[in-house]
């Protein structure tokens, strides 16, 4: 993943983001289903990467 989101930067983003006037924004979102439900550790875990890494928001969704 991360070698194809620096594709993604060099090969789209970089060409918007380099004309006059551009405000270019990129979204990542990530969808994971867990029928088996995510450990507290692994919650725990993952809320203070996300949170290290400045997401804008996450959460975790129970069905």
Known sequence: ????????ADEVVSHLAGL?????TMTLEIDADVPAGV???VVRTIT?????LKFKSQGFETE
Not at 1 to 8: C, E, F, K, L, Q
Not at 20 to 24: I, R
Request: glycine share 14%; net charge neutral.
């Open 1 to 8: 993943m991360g070698r194809d989101a620096g594709r993604i």
């Open 20 to 24: 006059v006037g551009a405000q270019v």
């Open 39 to 41: 450990p507290d550790h």
């Open 48 to 52: 203070e990467n996300a949170r290290t």
